[in-house]
């Protein structure tokens, strides 16, 4: 089979050969599959340490479901994008008037080019900000009784279960707009949250909607939820 990726019925099989204690290279012997096709298959849809075939079937489809929904944007589409946003155009207005993809495409590609050093997000806005005084820290965006990444239990270090969310948030320096960045640190899904006034409890409940939303249509564990940024 060329596909790399394990149909519903291999995993059924998968999984009564993998509870026997049976060798990942055993395994993949068995069901004609390259060893690390096994292993990822293990890494990225294990269910608090066992490997339930339903879930992991419902991981993947999830993944391939938002794998298909991104569009394939080429150089030319890009780098017209990012002339709109550096002439101050919203994702929204740039994807509502142009066409040239969807606002949750946009603002992925923003925080990919914040990742690596870049300042397209400092053109995000959406009013005027609001003068502050000087040495005043801006809160915005900000939860309390977070837990920083520094003091997360060893277990999240492990990657060993599914459930552990790593938060990350991406503020616009010239509005009140905040994205927030969200991923799964054992499958690596990534989800993106979208507040556009910034302030704590919308970002709080722009979080919860987007997490609650996955738990709910896919029994998606959510176990600790810890913050890679101070504020970013």
Known sequence: MSSSRLDQAERYR????YETGMSMRAIADALERAPSTISRELRRNQHARHYLPDHAQRISEHRRTQASRRPRIDAERIAQIEVLLSEDFSPEQIAGRTGLASHEWIYRHIYADHKRGGQLFTHLRKRRRK???RGVRDGRGQLTHR?????RPSVVEQRSRIGDWELDTLR????KAVVVSMTERRSRLHLLAYSPDGTAENVRNAIVQRLGGLERVMNFALVTITYTDEAS
Request: cysteine-free; hydrophobic content about 30%.
């Open 14 to 17: 998968l999984h009564a050969l």
């Open 131 to 133: 003068r502050r005084r």
């Open 147 to 151: 837990r920083s990444w520094t003091q």
């Open 172 to 175: 616009a320096s010239h509005g």
